[in-house]
């Protein structure tokens, strides 16, 4: 049986993306980055003033979904990975303001997403782990490292929102009013804005994607995914 697909898409002025897969903690399944992708491109040809990404309350995405591993080949992973891959410098490049609210764990993929976003809204209980490194795989590497100024995140430990640094932007209280100092942006000027402000979490989409690529092409990909979600279980 497939993993179901659940992302509420909230239209409007301001657009709102819930990740509801509570019973997968938000994992980021196939279908549900596409769903994501999808809907993206529909924001992209409307233009709202900003778009929400969020999940609950336990859980803002708990990265990577790996419940279907055993159908897996190193193959159909890659395609995944360079799927999200994809997904995120989407995020990154948008032509509108993007927010992530976390107010749970963020972990893997769905960290990745959070810190491709122009504000990262993170309540103080809210936690961050980046393990892709734990099996060799180069998802959002480079941005991370553009907004924490270095590779202290990386490695799979889990970081609570306090501790880390340039990844968050605020507190999720602070929502309301980022969306209504935005709302007030002279129109004309928001693209300008947004540039500079990226500017300083700046990676070269290309550049990213390509390292990416050649991660996922070293051999037994499947098998170090896997290793890596033993390793997981053994410690739960």
Known sequence: MGCRVSLRVERGEVWTLTLDRPERANALSAGLVEALRDALAEAESVRPVAVVLRGNERHFAAGFDLSELATESDAS????FLRLGLLLERVAAAPFLTVAVVEGVAVGAGADLVAACDHRLAAPGATF?????????VLGT???????????LCGGRR????EAGGLVTGTPDRLERVLRDWARTDPAARP???????????????????ALARSLAVPGLRDRVAAHAASLKETA
Not at 77 to 80: M, N, Q, S, Y
Not at 129 to 137: I, L, N, Q, T, W
């Open 77 to 80: 992973l890659a395609l995944r």
């Open 129 to 137: 782990a980046f393990p892709g490194s734990r099996f060799g795989v």
């Open 142 to 152: 480079a941005r991370l490292a553009a907004l924490t100024g270095g590779p202290a």
């Open 159 to 162: 970081v609570p929102a306090t």
């Open 192 to 210: 300008a804005l947004l540039g500079a402000a990226r500017s300083a979490r700046a990676v070269d989409p290309d550049a990213a994607l390509a």
